[in-house]
Nanobody
Framework: VQLQACGGGLVQAGGSLRLSCAVS????????MGWFRQAPGKEREFVAT????????YYADSVKGRFTISRDNAKNTVYLQMNSLKPEDTAVYYC????????????????????WGQGTLVTVSS
């Protein structure tokens, strides 16, 4: 399974970006998808996750109400819509995938994911 994340860039505080993560190599439908981020000098942290049927989502408290995770199984792609961006959202964002036969399961921990993308940099200026 290969994951290719894109959509990062430089944006002013209060602005928006949409990240995309295209998945190839296996059937996308049976994979829980997640977004994580790592800021300079900090550990990787969970951002959002979505079940493979799209029916369950979960967000970190720091992004709840501002970020939205979604997926298009026909396009093998997961998205992260980021609104009202803050300088503290600056980080490299990684998408991740985990196989599961359970349609509405979500994972919050990095070690639960099997595959990772290369990361895309988001920089929010004040």
């Amino acid at each position: 399974v290969q994951l290719q994340a894109c959509g990062g860039g430089l944006v002013q505080a209060g602005g928006s970006l949409r990240l995309s993560c295209a998945v190839s190599g296996r059937t996308f439908n049976n994979y829980v998808m997640g977004w994580f981020r790592q800021a300079p000098g900090k550990e990787r942290e969970f951002v959002a996750t979505i079940s493979w049927n799209g029916g369950s989502t979960y967000y970190a408290d720091s992004v709840k109400g501002r970020f939205t995770i979604s997926r298009d199984n026909a396009k093998n792609t997961v998205y992260l819509q980021m609104n009202s961006l803050k300088p503290e959202d600056t980080a490299v964002y990684y998408c991740a995938a985990a196989f599961t036969p359970v349609a509405d399961l979500t994972y919050l921990r990095g070690y639960e994911y099997d595959y990772w993308g290369q990361g895309t940099l988001v920089t929010v200026s004040s």
